[in-house]
């Protein structure tokens, strides 16, 4: 079946009549009047009806009851058709891709990471929170974020790839441990991480294994707060090795600090299937993580 509506045709009718004539309809749609009347013409030969009544007195223009029933329908094929050729002109929208970080993790390194990954992957939105493991835990069971990278004890669980993290017990550089028995009457000043974190978790059982007291002098929900208060002499902490400062002084096994096997980053998935988009991210971070790591163990 062959419809006889041409788009431009109607569009000339209907400025037509928005217009109040065939002059000022001819500069609407930039065509010669002589062109307008033609098309109009041959738009009413088309559909086989009568659209348009001239006052030969007042030079006017009216509608039939046909043009009245046409010009309804071709404002609403116009508004489609102009509606079609914005969404095949609009870029496609980017897919989101909703990542967890740790609070620990979420530095300038990480950040390089993720910028590195927005800028070579325009298609995709990515969405990134942080937070600590045993949340993002939580969001990927409620289905609020894709992927997540979780500090977790080696083998907790399945993951998509997953790394050995190294632990050292450090203290301040401008102060002296030895007076740092960890006694009733001289309990050891721990700066840690909040409840759930794996750190303060190895921590605390490293102290209560050795029957050293203890005390939390420093409690932060932020890493830099640690950094600051073991850098400050405020406490001793157990941190990761990337996160060991210049201002920390690493604490041996001699002063009573045992050494911790290492925990784990995994790039833990909530969903049994990725979407391609979640999957080009994990592919990603495994590499660059990968990559970053084997850099800080020859270094």
Not at 53 to 73: A, H, Q, V
Not at 182 to 193: D, E, K, V
């Amino acid at each position: 079946m062959t419809l006889p509506f041409d788009l431009d045709l109607l569009r000339t009718f209907a400025a037509v009549i928005d217009t109040g004539g065939f002059t000022r309809a001819a500069e609407r749609v930039h065509l010669t009047q002589s062109t307008v009347s033609q098309q109009v013409k041959k738009l009413e030969t088309t559909i086989g009806h009568t659209l348009l009544l001239r006052e030969k007195s007042s030079g006017s223009i009216r509608l039939t009851e046909e043009g009245e029933l046409l010009l309804s329908y071709a404002r609403r094929l116009l508004a489609v058709a102009e509606e079609a050729v914005d969404a095949l002109a609009r870029k496609p929208q980017p897919k989101p891709v909703r990542l967890g970080v740790p609070e620990d993790f979420a530095g300038r390194r990480l950040i390089d990471l993720l910028t590195g990954f927005a800028g070579a992957s325009p298609q995709i939105r990515l969405d990134t929170v942080s937070g600590w493991s045993v949340e993002l835990k939580r969001l990927l069971e409620a289905g609020e974020i894709d992927l997540a990278l979780i500090k977790r004890e080696p083998g907790d669980g399945a993951c998509l790839a997953s790394w050995p993290e190294k632990l050292v017990w450090v203290g301040s550089r401008t102060r002296s441990h030895d007076a740092d028995p960890g006694t009733s009457q001289n309990p050891l000043p721990l700066a840690l991480f909040p409840s759930g974190c794996i750190y303060r978790d190895r921590a605390i059982n490293s102290m209560e294994k050795q029957g050293r007291r203890w005390h939390v002098a420093y409690a932060s929900q932020g890493l830099m707060g640690v950094q600051a208060a073991v850098a400050s002499g405020l406490g001793i902490s157990l941190l990761p090795a990337d996160a060991v400062l210049p201002e920390h002084l690493p604490l041996a096994p001699e002063a009573g600090f045992e050494p911790q096997p290492d925990t784990e980053l995994a790039l833990v998935k909530g969903r049994p299937k990725l979407s391609p988009e979640c999957r080009q991210l994990a592919d990603f971070l495994i590499t660059s993580i990968g990559g970053v790591n084997a850099a800080a163990n020859c270094g």
